[in-house]
């Protein structure tokens, strides 16, 4: 609160002071001589009772109302925080009174505008939808900080201009105009390319009405869904996958026994030449339904792990003799290395199928004479299971698709050994749902080594590797 203005207050003293002198130059010499002095002092007597009058005035009235007045403008400026003085008596205490509860009322409304205003701006920031709000002649009013990542700007690039000029989806001009036009909600959807990858985003227009009802703007939300287009995507492909690699193994068998029933069932030979390829291509296909089941199963969330007590080299002294048969046949020298006593908390049937199916990938796309290598180590609170082969390895650009379903660097080897490609797409599963990890390193010729790192316990999943 600024000083009050005592300049009226010293021209009243001054006017009465003159006025006192006057009547005494003036009425005194008319008076006898012994009159005089009481003359002199009644008006001094009264002066001061007039000073005293307009101190008393000007201190009750002149003071509180100058100081209410300049709050009061204060207050028209927006300074909420202005006060006046509160300690004075009778009407001009009333107003004083009266400004300042006016000042604190516009100073806590303003301030819960003001929170409301944060809370709301809070709200629009963090929704995972982008948000667009454009006035009825198209100028953008408001957008939000996931409108920002999505079209990857700043807001003076959109803030105050057309939206037309500003985005040129055609799409999105199009819901607005509809919103505009028909007056109702409107969807669409358009892929823009962003710095690092295409996205897919849905658009949905509202129109805005007044009090009145007459439209003043639309509002338009953008949902990025990139994500859901590519589960739809993979969605799709699995189903054809599915189809196709059922579809071989179904047409051969039909095939023939076709050609068997035709007439080739008369000669021995070939009908046991046959009956042999039906044989396999009908273990293929059970092969197929099995790994399915066994992928389907592992993906829904309610897989349960029956964790268990597991020692280690018995488990893989369980599964070695099928392995063992095969690398024989292929004359691979197999060697394990393992820990006398290993011991680790996880379920069993689970780890030892995926030991089966990367001991049984590097037996197959190893050639005859070579080397596989089964090792165990362990380390503080996990263990390292290495399978390292010296077979024909894994291009660069196929090793980041190799646990993908259905993925096969050369199909038509692997349908030869019986391959159905889920083979890694369920240890994958496997391992991560142990909350462990499985990586690779391959070259070409060269060999393979697939290194996992799990957990021995599976409270000590967390922060491990
Ligand atoms: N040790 C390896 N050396 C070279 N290539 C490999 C090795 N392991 C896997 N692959 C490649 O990865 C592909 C996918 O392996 P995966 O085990 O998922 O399927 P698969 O062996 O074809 O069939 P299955 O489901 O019967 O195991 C294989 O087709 C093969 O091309
Ligand atoms: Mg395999």
Redesign the pocket.
Known sequence: MGSVNIRPFLSYLFVVVLIFAGMGIIILPLLPLTERIIGGFSLLGGLIVFMVLIINIFEKYIKPVQSASRVADELVKGNYKARTYVSYFGEAGKLSNAINVLARNLQEITLQEKMQESQMRTVIDNMESGLMLIDEKGYVHLINRKFLQIFEGEPKDFMGFLYYDVLDQERIHKAVQEAFLYEEKVKDSFTISGQIERKSIEVVGAPIFNEKQVLNGAVLVFHDITELKKLEEMRKDFVANVSHELKTPITSIRGFAETLLEGAMEDIQLRRQFLEIILKEGERLQ?LIY?LLELSKLEKDEMRLEYQNIDLSSLVEELLPVIKQQAVKKQIDLSIKLPDTLEIVADADRLKQVFI?LL???V??TSDNGKVLLKVSEKLNHIEITIS?T????PDEAQSR?FERF????RAR?RN?????????IVKHIVEAHHGEIRLESQLEKG?TFIISLPRKPEYSKGLF
Request: net charge negative.
């Open positions: 092969a790994d199916n049984n990938n590097a197959n796309y082969d077979g024909i390895g894994i190799i993925y096969r660097v050369d692997s050994t019986g391959g159905t490609g889920l083979g890694l797409a393979t």
